[in-house]
């Protein structure tokens, strides 16, 4: 499960309108759970480097480690990740599934055709059909 202040979840739903028609991404810090409830504090907005940004995004390198150091100085940990589908479902994507690398972390996806905003967690302990690095596993997503 992960929790989601409802000022945070405005804030990733305006940047994914605002930056339509292109994907946003960004980071979530707070209190980190891997196998029960994650709870979000903050989020780091970063800018999207895909190659593609309207079908994938990439977070800078750079930008990333810069929101890591803030959040370990926050006293915060890495919860997840967020970005938007501008056109697609609230649910990873083949290209989202081969590029995870954040076990049991959570990656929040907002979708803008239908609107909707929902939360899968990363697990690297692959069962049978399950993607070569491992598989998404949906979570509860609790605004509060």
């Known amino acids: 499960m992960i929790v989601i202040p409802t000022a945070v979840r405005e804030a990733i739903l305006e940047r994914a309108r605002d930056g339509r028609p292109e994907e946003v991404c960004g980071i979530l810090g707070g209190e980190y759970d891997p196998d029960g409830r994650s709870r979000?504090?903050?989020?780091?907005p970063a800018e999207n480097v895909a190659d593609a940004p309207r079908t994938r995004y990439e977070i800078d390198p750079e930008q990333q480690l810069?929101?890591?150091e803030r959040l370990e100085d926050r006293g915060e940990e890495i919860v997840g990740f967020y970005h938007s589908h501008p056109r697609g479902p609230a649910r990873p994507s083949e290209t989202d599934a081969a590029l995870a690398t954040w076990p049991?972390?959570?990656?929040?996806?907002?979708?803008l055709e239908p609107l909707a905003v929902g939360s899968w967690r990363w697990r690297t302990d692959a069962g049978e059909g399950d993607a070569p690095g491992g598989r998404f596993e949906r979570e509860e997503l609790v605004a509060e």
Do not use: W
């Open 66 to 68: 810069a929101v890591f």
């Open 104 to 111: 049991d972390r959570s990656y929040v996806i907002v979708s």
């Open 40 to 44: 979000v504090r903050s989020q780091y």
